[in-house]
Every structure is written in structure tokens, then in C-alpha cells.
């Protein structure tokens, strides 16, 4: 039997004289700036020369310190007398593996104030597992600067069956929703201007990724995070993202049926009538992209915030989406 969760996706209700009338796909493109992830790096003394070496390159890979990659470097050390806030993710961890230090910790922010540690090993198993970039968030960064609204990543399925029948669907519907789909009326009046030349298109793409792709372990370990079971069961994952690399959610292949992916394709081509970020479905993933600049040129100078749900005393509806799990911890 179809397993479908519920979650609730805020949504202001708006006038069409005062929402914006940018789709969902783009507003966040322009507007969202991606959430940081969190790389700990847990050391008892000071590391090695390599692996100094190491995480400072993390650090000046960081938004942070003007890098381009989504991610805050914080160093914890264990032999601190005071317990800190990151102390309690390393017992968590401990409780289920061997640790030895120097250890590095990936956490996801996943909004509402929830987080998951969707990846953690040594220094050496960080280099290893490509965190900051690996070919296919490249691709998915750079179909997304091309102007496609939806990028569905399809985590294959070691059964080629199954994978060729959620591809199979995929295209189908693609094809028949760039035709049904039209953007909202009154882009580019006041307080719906856009400030890229990024073309605002109606197009979906699907992007595969093959589990046992060494490239690709740090994202397929986060993926199949939220759906083990499915992924247990020999279930694909498909994953719309949108915006600057936001995944909307992890969706098992058995749950995917031709509404679900209209309802989501029309959610995020529709109208941004709720402009505040956290209270949006998703989360971001971990990538290395300078959006600000291939946006908006040289100078990244992002556009003045739009007024928000509360800005217009507006009262928000709550609308219900069916989605997958959240992942294990």
C-alpha cells in the first residue's frame, strides 16, 4: 500500500494587486540564498600538517570567507572542559561506530529548525567522498543557470526495470506539463521584476545518478538517508530541485504517480505568493557555486529583499503535499 506523509507547505494568500507573481522556481533562484551547511570537525590536539591543510581549504572554500561553496566550518575540540553544543552529535555517533579523531561531521539543515548528520568519517574519508563538488550537482548547478525550473534527480535503482519505468514516466510527464504549465500573469510589474538574464522558461529535466558512482557517494549517502527502506525495497529516488540547488524532497519511485508530480510541478511554477524562505518546504544542498555572480555579473549584488508574508499582514493557509520521510540521524 502507497505510503504517502504529509507536510505542510506555508502558503500566503494574496490579492493578485499585491503578490508576486514570480514563479517559485525563479523567486528562489534570484532570491534564496542557499542555507549553510555545517562541517565539524571534531580533534582531540592539534591536527596534522595535511590535515590543517586540509580543512583550511574547507574554510576557504566557505560562503562565509567569500567562497562559493554553502558551508560553515567549525572546529571542535574534545578535550574542552565545558560541554558544547556540537558535543552531543559526537556521543550520538560514538553510541553507533568507532570514531577516531580527527573526525568531520556533514549536518543539513532541513528548516524549521530541524537538522540531520547525513555524513561523517576521517579527514581521509572527506577527500575521498568529493563533499564541497562532484560532476552532478556541476550539471545540476549549471542546467539550473540555463534557465530549467525543475531538475528531477533520479537515483537509479540497482533493478533496470524500475529505473526504466520512473524514467519512462518522468519524460512523459515532462512533456506533457511543458505544454499544460503557463508562468503567472503580471511578471516584471513593481515588486515582480526580475534582475537576471537567466531566460524564465517552463522546462523540467531529469539527472541520473548512478548509487555506485564513487563521484557521487556524499550525495547519494544524504539521499538515501531519507528513504532507506525504499532503498532497502530496490526503489529509484526521484528529487525535484529548484532554485539555487533546493531540494523540494526525497520521493521513493513506488509514491511518485502522475498527480503528485503535476501538484509539485504546479507548486513551484505558480505564483511565490509566500516569499520567506524558511517557511517553505526543502533544503539545500551541499554545492559549490557562485550564483551571485553568474546572476547578477561581476559586482553579485543581490536585489533588494521583497516585502514578506508579515510585512503585508497577511494571514498564511496551511496546504498539505504528500512526501517522503525525513532522513535517520
Not at 582531540?44 to 560562503?63: D, F, I, M, P, T
Not at 548528520?117 to 539550473?144: F, H, I, K, M
Not at 555506485?212 to 556524499?218: N, S
Amino acid at each position: 500500500m502507497k505510503r504517502l506523509i504529509l507536510m505542510l507547505i506555508l502558503f500566503a494568500v494574496a490579492s493578485t494587486a499585491c503578490a508576486c507573481n514570480i514563479p517559485v522556481f525563479r523567486y528562489a533562484l534570484e532570491r534564496w540564498r542557499p542555507g549553510s551547511c555545517e562541517l565539524i570537525v571534531f580533534h582531540a590536539s592539534e591536527l596534522s600538517a595535511e590535515g590543517e591543510k586540509y580543512v583550511r581549504e574547507l574554510e576557504s572554500a566557505a560562503s562565509d570567507n567569500n567562497g562559493s561553496a554553502n558551508v560553515k566550518v567549525i572546529r571542535s575540540s574534545v578535550n574542552e572542559k565545558a560541554v558544547n553544543e556540537y558535543s552531543s552529535i559526537l556521543d550520538t555517533i560514538r553510541d553507533r561506530d568507532s570514531v577516531q579523531l580527527p573526525f568531520l561531521v556533514v549536518q543539513t539543515r532541513l528548516g524549521q529548525g530541524r537538522t540531520v548528520n547525513n555524513w561523517y568519517g576521517s579527514l581521509d574519508d572527506a577527500r575521498s567522498v568529493n563533499l564541497l563538488q562532484s560532476p552532478a550537482r556541476t550539471e545540476l548547478g549549471r542546467r539550473l543557470l540555463a534557465g530549467d525550473s525543475i531538475v528531477w534527480i533520479l537515483l537509479r535503482s540497482p533493478d533496470g526495470e524500475r529505473t526504466r519505468a520512473a524514467r519512462e514516466r518522468m519524460e512523459k510527464n515532462f512533456e506533457a506539463l511543458q505544454e499544460k504549465v503557463t508562468l503567472p500573469e503580471g511578471i516584471g510589474l513593481p515588486g515582480s521584476e526580475l534582475h537576471s538574464e537567466v531566460p524564465l522558461l517552463i522546462r523540467f529535466s531529469l539527472l541520473e545518478i548512478d548509487p555506485q558512482d564513487k563521484q557521487e557517494q556524499f550525495l547519494v549517502k544524504l539521499l538515501t538517508g531519507f528513504e532507506p527502506q525504499a532503498v532497502s525495497d530496490g526503489e529509484p529516488l526521484l528529487v525535484p530541485v529548484f532554485g539555487r540547488a533546493r531540494a523540494l524532497e526525497v520521493i521513493p519511485a513506488c509514491d511518485l504517480d502522475d498527480r503528485l508530480i503535476e501538484d509539485v510541478t504546479l507548486f513551484l511554477s505558480g505564483a511565490c505568493s509566500c516569499q520567506v524562505k524558511e517557511q517553505n518546504p526543502g533544503f539545500d544542498l551541499l554545492i559549490t557555486e557562485d550564483w551571485d555572480t553568474k546572476l547578477f555579473g561581476e559586482d553579485g549584488e543581490l536585489p533588494p529583499p521583497a516585502k514578506t508574508v508579515a510585512d503585508r499582514h497577511e494571514s498564511p493557509e496551511l496546504l498539505k503535499i504528500p512526501s517522503g520521510r525525513q532522513p535517520r540521524k
